[in-house]
């Protein structure tokens, strides 16, 4: 499956922000569904997912600042940040995968197609 990642940009500290991740030509519905950060010199990691049965899955860091969601469709997956902080700024990537489980549904390497990144910027 094809994915397109949008929504990035450059905020204040404290601002909201919302990215998306359009599937191209199916439905993401049978998917696991994950969002990525990775900041300079830094690994990607987790930020939030839907797992194969819909449920959603939060990083312990991003909790309470950050919700998943979809439309009917499951053609777009969309993550609202709010209260953003300096050290949110990464490129924000999502991923979708048709063998993740419930161990591994944090791990980037259990997603096999990748959107291609936007950018969030949090600086004042």
């Known amino acids: 499956v094809q994915l397109q990642a949008s929504g990035g940009g450059v905020v204040q500290p404290g601002a909201s922000l919302r990215l998306s991740c359009a599937a191209s030509g199916r439905t993401l519905r049978r998917y696991a569904v994950a969002w990525f950060r990775q900041a300079p010199g830094m690994e990607r990691a987790f930020v939030a997912a839907?797992?194969?049965?819909?449920?959603?899955v939060y990083a312990d860091s991003m909790k309470g600042r950050v919700t998943i969601s979809t439309d009917n469709a499951w053609n777009t997956v969309s993550l609202q940040m709010n209260n953003l902080r300096p050290e949110d700024t990464a490129v924000y990537y999502c991923?979708?995968?048709?063998?993740?489980?419930?161990?591994?549904?944090?791990?980037?390497?259990?997603?096999?197609?990748w959107g291609q990144g936007t950018l969030v910027t949090v600086s004042s």
């Open positions: 839907f797992n194969r049965s819909g449920g959603r």
């Open positions: 991923a979708a995968g048709s063998s993740v489980i419930a161990s591994n549904v944090a791990s980037h390497f259990a997603y096999a197609s």
